[in-house]
């Protein structure tokens, strides 16, 4: 089983990290101005700017 790649507010960090916003669909989507948060293992993820997004991890 693999791990998720995208996730909702509620959820918390798989992994210590550097997340940022991305669109519905995909990375590629361009956000403009996207959040950028650093989480440790265990943290639930905060709001992101409007209901369509979600968190992903940068590499």
């Given at each position: 089983m693999?791990?998720?790649?995208?996730?909702?507010?509620?959820?918390r960090a798989p992994n210590d990290g550097v997340y940022i916003e991305v669109g519905e669909r995909s990375f590629h989507m361009g956000v403009n101005d996207p959040k950028k948060i650093s989480l440790k293992k265990g943290e639930?993820?905060?709001?992101?700017?409007?209901?369509?997004?979600?968190?992903?991890?940068?590499?």
């Open positions: 693999g791990e998720w790649s995208e996730f909702d507010p509620e959820h639930r993820f905060p709001d992101t700017s409007n209901h369509n997004r979600k968190w992903k991890r940068l590499k």
